[in-house]
């Protein structure tokens, strides 16, 4: 494939602006429900998790606005780009994050979407609570100190 973006096996999109926007509570593993040629852009990275979220519609949980590049060599079979996708849980998961997504300031955030070893494509979900500015500064302030601490030892 001269030109063209290689297929990867091993597929790691990080969300690092929800570790800095968001203070991270409860982690979970979800499958996605895809369709058309979805798992191709997948495996040629062309995702963005960056301002997805995750919400109910019954007992179901969804994910809003990740987008999926469409593919390239994929005719009638693309699909639009920001759809929903139905995220796969157990069901005492879903409960679990029904019941404490109802409380107030918290919310379903992305942190990662992975190729999984089986070639499912797979995301990190995680229960969060938004960060107030002083806390972000206090993150930052922690990253210097580590980062100056570092630097002394070499």
Do not use: W
Request: charge should be positive; include cysteine; aromatic fraction near 8%.
């Amino acid at each position: 494939m001269q030109g063209k973006d290689k297929i990867q096996s091993k597929v790691e999109i990080k969300n690092k602006r929800a570790g800095f926007e968001f203070e991270l509570l409860d982690k979970y593993s979800a499958g996605i429900v895809l369709s058309g040629t979805e798992i191709k852009s997948i495996r040629r990275s062309k995702v963005n998790i960056q301002d997805a979220y995750c919400v109910f519609k019954g007992i179901e949980l969804y994910i809003i606005n990740m987008q999926i590049s469409s593919y390239e060599e994929g005719s009638y079979n693309n699909v639009p780009t920001r759809r929903d996708r139905k995220l796969l849980l157990k069901r005492q998961e879903l409960k679990k994050l029904l019941n404490k997504s109802l409380d107030v300031g918290l919310t379903i955030v992305p942190t990662r979407l992975f190729i999984s070893d089986k070639g499912f494509a797979k995301v990190d979900i995680a229960l969060a609570k938004g960060k107030k500015l002083h806390d972000k500064r206090h993150d930052i302030k922690e990253k210097d100190v580590k980062r100056e601490m570092a630097r002394e030892k070499y």
